[in-house]
């Protein structure tokens, strides 16, 4: 295929969206050095904002070259929803009512657990990384993300933990909550992508994909637990409720039907939407209930979401034959390595583009794509949200790409094994 003068840009924006997200600490140490432009490299340095920026480039490149009517009428035939979808689940899973009820639920399956006292804080660690993700089959994984994300803020991370731990963690995480979606057939963004054109199913999901899955979350929350259990019993672990004063169970109840309701409406902007707004009306009703709404944070990550969506449709010309040239078993790998370099709900979309294809070649498409999707931010929908509610943590207030690569190399050869080598 003959790439047309747009998409070679929009394929040139891409590539140095990915270097950026790369790069983001180069930035970050030009705003201290240059005080007087601190804003612009503050703005460049947030991953968050990388796609968006890269995509505004794009626009402006195709109104030049194209004209208005073509470029309001593409960007008006892409789809937002996910993007929309994930800013306000995010806002909502992160309210203080739900992020409480998750805290509570953690706690309780803890205090379950026949251990000594001193191995409680491993135990507490190991239900975040093994079972929360795997909530993600059902609250969707942005959701599950959210929650993780914040209890290991509030009960790991800010407990002076060490730099290493801390990036091992963020890589189980994400690589967890990338596969951990898959027990059903509309949490996971790659999934859904395939699941109404090839007619996968819930039963489907499970029985090909979430056994599987399940085993390779528990092996990585566990195998982390161990490898740094003499750190993690030294984290000040509290048996009972924290140090805020417990909301009403009704306010709990309300906020928790906003959170399925949007979920249930997750494909139809128009309603999720008019449901937020309705959710912004309660949460500021009963405020002194309520925590500052991860307003800002969710914005960014819609953002980032937004330019990879603008950006992304350029792709096809070059993702698509590479796709469909390889074998199943190379289809695997390749999907696993493509998506750390692109959305994997883009892979997997592309794939669903293809007639013909053996059954083979969907289950190995897939199982690469949520293989990969912990390897870097842009890998995962959900990814962004982690990154968003976990930097501040990290020295410089930022997380190294090679960092979180690194981390996230075990956990993923561990969802390989699951997924490729025992089918």
Known sequence: MNPTTIQMIGATLFALAVVHTFSVSYFERLAHRYPTHAGAFHFLGEVEAVFGFWALLFVAFKFAVTGKTATVDYIEGRNFTEPMFVFVVMVIAASKPIVELASLLVRALTRAAPVHSRSKPMVFYFVVLGIVPLLGSFITEPAAMTLAALLLREHFFSKNISTGLKYATLGVLLVNISIGGTLTAYAAPPVLMVA?????????????????????????????????????????????????????????????????????????????????????????????????????????????????????????????????????????????????????????????????????????VVAGAVTGGGLTVIANAPNPAGYAILKSEFPEQSIGAGGLLLAALPPTLVAAICLWVLR
Request: aromatic share 16%; proline share 3%.
């Open 196 to 364: 109404q054109t090839w007619n996968w199913n819930t039963a489907f999901m499970i029985e090909n994909f979430g056994w599987r899955s399940a085993l390779a979350v528990c092996v990585n929350a566990l195998t982390i637990t161990l490898i740094f259990a003499k750190e993690l019993r030294h984290v000040p672990y509290q048996a009972t409720g924290g140090k805020h004063t417990l909301v009403p169970w009704s306010i709990i109840f309300v906020s928790l039907f906003f959170l399925a309701i949007v979920v249930v409406f997750a494909h139809h902007e128009s309603v999720f939407i008019g449901i937020f707004l309705f959710f912004l009306g309660f949460a500021s009703a009963y405020e002194k209930y309520q925590d500052k709404l991860m307003l800002r944070e969710a914005l960014l990550v819609g953002f980032f979401l937004g330019g990879l969506v603008v950006l992304g449709a350029q792709q096809q010309w070059w993702l698509q034959p590479i796709l469909t040239g390889l074998s199943p078993n190379a289809a695997f790998w390749g999907a696993a390595g493509l998506t750390a370099i692109t959305d994997n709900a883009a892979l997997t979309y592309l794939a669903s583009l293809v007639p013909g294809l053996s059954d083979e070649f969907k289950y190995m």
